[in-house]
């Protein structure tokens, strides 16, 4: 298990303020979208204070949740408790995941690809869970298509990652998950309502193998 920070408990407080107004003028609404697609047994990657809690639809048969930060996995584990939802919180990271290959129908990455720490590991371990027919449910951050903007936002990554807790904004993560073998479906680019430039190239979409 990570230790608990000072930081990591700061980000963990802020987390929801610091996202209320987007949330608010459509990224709620994104997620809403996103997850009216999930079913069957789902898995969540980097749930973080649960923001994605109250949009799980009926077709989901069993959550679990995985949180690998202290602070954010006891806000989460406090809004399932809160909710009374049937939802089983696991503190792990993405790169290593404590589950049965082809355990689950849907795993669901929100905003999570741009911290993980190793991208390809985690859509491997992402490969290796889902059952035969699964999918992978999507919405990130991502580098922005134009090379002016895409190298402004290497430049603030270093920056970015020391204050949002590891958060890279400059990762090609469609391009990723292509490469780890998936098939891009229903890929749909958005902005992030309300956030800074840097942040605001959104990639949608669902991914088979
Ligand atoms: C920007 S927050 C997103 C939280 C949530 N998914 C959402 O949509 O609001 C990124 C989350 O990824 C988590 N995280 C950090 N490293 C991770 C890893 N290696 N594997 C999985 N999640 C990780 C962080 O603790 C944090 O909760």
């Not at 303020?17 to 047994?41: F, H, K, M, T």
């Not at 404590?98 to 590991?121: E, M, W």
């Not at 749909?188 to 088979?208: D, M, S, Y």
Request: with cysteine; hydrophobic share 40%.
């Amino acid at each position: 298990m990570r230790p608990m920070t000072l930081w990591g408990r700061i980000f963990a407080t802020l987390y929801e303020p610091a996202l209320r107004v987007s949330e608010r003028n459509g990224l709620s609404d994104l997620r809403a979208g996103l997850l009216a697609g999930a079913r069957g047994r789902t898995l969540e990657l980097g749930a973080g204070t649960g923001l994605n809690l109250g949009h799980y639809p009926a077709a989901v048969s069993e959550l679990v949740l995985t949180e690998p930060e202290p602070p954010m996995a006891a806000k989460l584990e406090a809004g399932v408790r809160a909710r009374g939802l049937p939802a089983r919180v696991v503190r792990s990271g993405a790169e290593e995941l404590p589950f049965a290959d082809a355990s689950f129908d849907t795993v669901v990455a929100t905003l999570v690809f741009c911290t993980v720490t190793d991208l390809g590991r985690s859509l491997d371990e992402v490969g290796r869970v889902l059952a035969p027919g699964g999918q992978l449910l999507y919405l990130e951050h991502v580098r922005h298509p134009d090379p002016a903007r895409a190298r402004r936002q290497e430049r603030l990554t270093p920056i970015q990652r020391r204050v949002a807790c590891g958060c890279h904004l400059d990762r090609a993560t469609p391009a990723a998950i292509a490469q780890a073998g998936f098939e891009l479906r229903d890929e749909r680019h958005e902005h992030f309502p309300k956030a800074p430039g840097v942040l605001q190239p959104l990639a949608i979409g669902r991914a088979t193998r």
